[in-house]
């Protein structure tokens, strides 16, 4: 498995808190993503980054921001969560190369009550 | 737009037995990669196998091997001598060869229930 970290793994938090979700990587990859997934459905992506100081959205709307500081840290942010937002997310990071494979962290389950 | 189809939403095998899990794609591209990853429960999602649409030989990775066929646009996975291991979703997924297009397509995946 990749050498790539996601905290908490697991958030229960009420309507209209702040959070952020943690994910990081030791591997020295530029590329790093974030995927929104329910349960058993498929991965979707909502956020991008291809550096330092880069972001982009993907391709499902989300109300997340993220924000890429450090290469091997890329954080999520919900300025407010909602029980719309109640999913899991999985953080991901690649190195140009060979297809550029993806490599997924364990993903954070988080409940919005 | 690329589409990923899973057409199996739950497959099972026994034990060391042999089962192929389906997956069509649609595209207009002429150079693009597969891959087939894996999502044990409560677990990390994993990178099973690889393929690029340029080569014709079909990826192999233990007992793990494809059936790529470009022009039906279809991408199957064969797991030979099944273990209960292997139990997981399985997600089939695309991605665009372009650069600076990073997005990787998935399917809907197949739940994967290895039976002792």
């Known amino acids: 498995e990749a050498d790539i970290y996601q905290t908490p793994r697991y958030l229960v938090i009420g309507t209209g808190k702040k959070i952020t979700l943690e994910c990081s990587q030791t591997?020295?990859?530029?590329?790093m993503y974030w995927y929104q997934q329910d349960p058993g459905m498929e991965l979707h992506l909502i956020h991008y980054?291809?550096?330092?100081?880069?972001?982009e959205k993907g391709d499902l709307s989300s109300e997340s921001t993220v924000s890429r500081i450090r290469t091997e840290h890329f954080p999520l942010t919900l300025e407010s969560a909602r029980p719309s937002h109640t999913s899991q997310y999985l953080c991901?990071?690649?190195?140009?190369?060979?297809?550029?494979?993806?490599?997924f962290g364990p993903g954070t389950r988080l409940t919005v009550l | 737009a690329q589409t990923v189809t899973q057409s199996q939403p739950e497959m099972s095998v026994q034990e060391a037995e042999t089962v192929t899990l389906s997956c069509t794609y649609d595209?207009?591209?002429?150079?693009?990669?597969l891959f087939w990853y894996k999502q044990p429960p409560s677990r990390q999602m994993i990178l099973v196998i690889r393929?690029?649409?340029?080569?014709?030989q079909n990826a192999t990775e233990n007992r793990f091997s494809v059936n790529f066929q470009k022009a039906a646009k279809s991408f199957s996975l064969k797991i030979s001598d099944s273990q209960l291991g292997d139990a997981a979703m399985y997600f089939c997924?695309?991605?665009?060869?372009?650069?600076?297009?990073?997005?990787?397509?998935f399917g809907k995946g197949t739940k994967l229930t290895v039976n002792p």
């Open positions: 991901a990071s690649s190195v140009v190369g060979v297809a550029d494979t993806q490599y």
């Open positions: 591997m020295g990859h530029d590329k």
């Open positions: 980054s291809y550096g330092v100081n880069s972001t």
């Open positions: 595209t207009s591209e002429s150079d693009y990669y």
């Open positions: 393929q690029e649409a340029y080569k014709q």
């Open positions: 997924a695309y991605r665009t060869s372009q650069g600076g297009s990073e997005k990787l397509v």
